[in-house]
Each structure stands twice: as C-alpha cells, then as structure tokens.
Nanobody
C-alpha cells in the first residue's frame, strides 16, 4: 500500500521559513519523480517544485529563488524548504510520487502565511 505522509506545515509570518517533509512507503522511492503541489482556496492545484530520480529539479516561477526541493533516498523522504514566505504562498501543500503512468498523492499539509 502506497503512503505519502506530509508534515511541517503551519502558521508563519510573511518573510519566515518552513520546511515540509514527505515520507513515502510502498513505492521504490528512488525511481520516482517526487513533486510538491499546492492548492489555494478557490484555485486549481499547481506544481510548486519537482525532483527527478536523477536529482534534476524544476520550480514554478513564483517560488524560484525562495523554495528548494531535495530528496533523501536513504530515508524515502522529499523535502521542500520554503524561505521568504509570502501570504500568496498560503495553500494546502501536497506531495506527489510519479513513475511512468503511476501517480500517488499524500493528503496534504496546510501552510498559512500571515501578513
């Protein structure tokens, strides 16, 4: 059974930092592209950042230079370091594992950035 469990969300003031973690089980973690998505109220879910099995990364333009995605294949965990947070970063953040046609999602962790 595949499980992706996010943690690290919370309430932070604008300009602050948070680090999200996503622990995976039930998949061959090192072979998956791992991604962080977010969904703000009334908006569609969007890609925030992704990291491939080889370590290549890509970011949404809105978070470039502020967020960093990384992975630890020994811990089956992907991280999202979020710095210089803005109120518009407020959303539920979801972890995704993608390999070929298979896509798995976590239940999300809420990030609220106050102004």
């Amino acid at each position: 059974q595949v499980q992706l469990v996010e943690s690290g969300g919370g309430l932070v003031q604008a300009g602050g930092s948070l680090r999200l973690s996503c622990a995976a089980s039930g998949i061959i973690f090192r072979r998956n592209t791992m991604g962080w998505y977010r969904q703000a109220p009334g908006k569609q879910r969007e890609l925030v950042a992704a990291i491939t099995s080889s370590g290549s990364t890509n970011y949404a333009d809105s978070v470039k230079g502020r967020f960093t995605i990384s992975r630890d294949n020994t811990k089956n965990t992907v991280y999202l370091q979020m710095n210089s947070l803005k109120p518009e970063d407020t959303a539920i953040y979801y972890c995704n594992a993608q390999r070929s046609i298979y896509s798995n999602w976590g239940k999300g962790t809420l990030v609220i950035v106050s102004s």
